[in-house]
């Protein structure tokens, strides 16, 4: 199947990378042939002659549309499979593959139509003041800390809300959990074309023993929303236990400055070393405090045999099963979340066997080879639509 991967990636990588470059690798090693157009706005917005283009284009570029125009033309792709369009092909790369009869399917990786930072977080806190057309808290709030930016934000959803750019032009959407799905049936997306395909992880070679765990390890973003504060607090109430934290963020100083003697900062780490990580472990936590869409940090614990204590919220909420893979707090809660981390490391045999089946788990439901299964059903399923209907 010949099949172009559109994104514009983001000025901060995160999990919506993985999800794209694992995306496009899978694809490509089952033998598709992928086309990928991607935008490094990261390279491009600086001055302010960039940021201006920016803002416009971010509402809607023809330039973009006609260059998503001449692609199709010379490649005249089976399915176009777009990710996030923001700041610089926008909406506008979706109507040409309508006008080209091109079916297209749209990932969801965060909460893109609902909030015009697509985080509905700020200052702290979960926001859903621009929930049903009222974008224009995005400026009064200032959620972008940039009034430019933050009237572009709220512009650029505006526009695509009220022209229905995405409705009227993704054959159908892909979200990674029943959460989102069930979010954008609340803001008026059809549910029957919404599809749930999780995201695919690397399934670790060899999982740990965490029975034999000697601490508990977070890995992740050191930022607001992520919750990390609230895991430093836990473990200032569990100073007989050890705990390794894996990341960066803008947070990395304040943490370590608030850290209790237990607490160690083990940086920034790649894949294999996050894995040789995980080897030594009883736990993992994922204290989010934010609407996550999915979480992409618990399949990859449970893929390594850890159970996990999650926050009671979002995508990370549906992954762990309590009692099963983990156990799941309140978020924001650090009494909470230390009992519940208590209560796990008393039991070094139950810590097996919850780590064991989140590893079933992860390769029945987030293997690679499933979800490439999964991903070409919902491209048959857009291709049929698109002969049979006309948006």
Known sequence: ?????????????????????????????????????IRRNVDLISGLNSKGRAFFSGIYSRS????????????????????????????SVLVACQHANIPTVLTCHSHLMTCPTTWHFCDGEI?????????????????????????GYALRIAVARKLRLFAKNVTLFITAS???????????FSKDRIVVVPFAISLAASPADPSSGKYIVYAGRLSPEKGVETLIEAAHLLPQLKFLIAGDGPLKNELEDNAPENVTFAGWLNQTQLSD?????????????????????????MSNGLPVVASRIAGPSEIVEEGVTGLLFQPGNPA???????????YPNLCRRMGQAGREKAIREYSEDVYYKRLMAVYKKAIKISKETKW
Request: glycine share 6%; net charge negative; proline share 4%.
């Open 1 to 37: 199947m010949k099949i172009i991967q559109i994104y514009d990636k983001r000025e901060v990588l995160g999990g919506e990378d993985y999800g794209v470059d694992t995306t496009i690798d899978i694809l490509e090693r089952k033998g598709e042939h992928v086309i990928p157009w």
């Open 178 to 188: 029943d959460f989102i799905k069930q979010r954008l049936v609340e803001a008026g």
């Open 127 to 151: 926001c859903e003041r621009c929930l049903g057309g009222r974008e224009y808290w995005c400026f009064l709030k200032n959620c972008r800390r940039n009034l430019f930016e933050s009237v």
């Open 277 to 301: 990580l995980y080897q030594k472990a009883r736990l993992a936590v994922v204290p989010s405090t934010w609407l996550e869409p999915f979480g992409l940090v618990v399949t990859d614990a």
């Open 336 to 346: 909470d979340l230390a009992e519940k981390i208590s209560n796990l490391w008393a």
């Open 64 to 91: 973009a549309q006609h260059a998503m125009q001449g692609i199709i033309e010379a490649i005249r792709p089976d399915i176009v499979h777009a990710h996030n369009l923001y700041p610089f092909l926008s909406p």
